[in-house]
């Protein structure tokens, strides 16, 4: 892999580049948290690298990028850069889902031993946008723009 494709030159690129759409520019970063579902240890550092593959796979169908990954035995965080034209709600779904689905099938040994039924994440979810500059100085250079008088 060469050092321009390699994770850390990704995140570092992608942390300060505006991204183009078809019709507009955006720079979208969500921080995502999600919970396994009773909040149970089921998160192996094996399922996480695992599970990030397939966020990282989903995202970049979803015209999104993965930007930072990492979890705990019992939640996941990400930082995800997103299109504007994608639903917060639906790129939730789809990356619990997806994640959801393979982690079942593929370590079902050790998940049925800490979980039952057909769950694996809990319905809830944490969603925060972040990046930038502060609030107050975004608010500052609104305030300041020159209002028509007509």
């Known amino acids: 892999m060469s050092k321009r494709n390699s994770p ?3 995140k570092m690129r992608s942390l300060s580049e505006i991204r183009h759409g ?3 520019v955006f720079k979208n970063f969500l921080h995502l948290v999600f919970v396994t579902k009773y909040r149970r240890n089921v998160l192996t550092n094996l399922i996480l690298k695992r599970m990030e593959e397939l966020i990282r796979e989903t995202c970049i169908q979803m015209e ?7 979890g705990e035995d019992d939640h996941a965080h990400l930082m ?7 639903a917060v709600s639906n790129l939730v779904g789809k990356l619990k889902g997806k994640t959801a689905y393979f982690i079942r099938q593929e370590f079902s040994k050790e ?3 800490k979980l039952w039924g057909d ?3 809990s319905p809830s979810y944490c969603v925060v946008s972040c990046g930038g500059a502060p ?3 975004v608010k500052k250079y609104i305030e300041d723009q020159r209002r028509p008088q007509a």
């Open 8 to 10: 850390e030159a990704i």
């Open 22 to 24: 078809r019709h507009c």
């Open 64 to 70: 999104c990028e993965l930007i930072e990954f990492n």
């Open 80 to 86: 995800v850069s997103v299109h504007p034209k994608v």
């Open 111 to 113: 998940v049925r031993k």
């Open 119 to 121: 769950h694996f994440w």
């Open 135 to 137: 609030l107050e100085i």
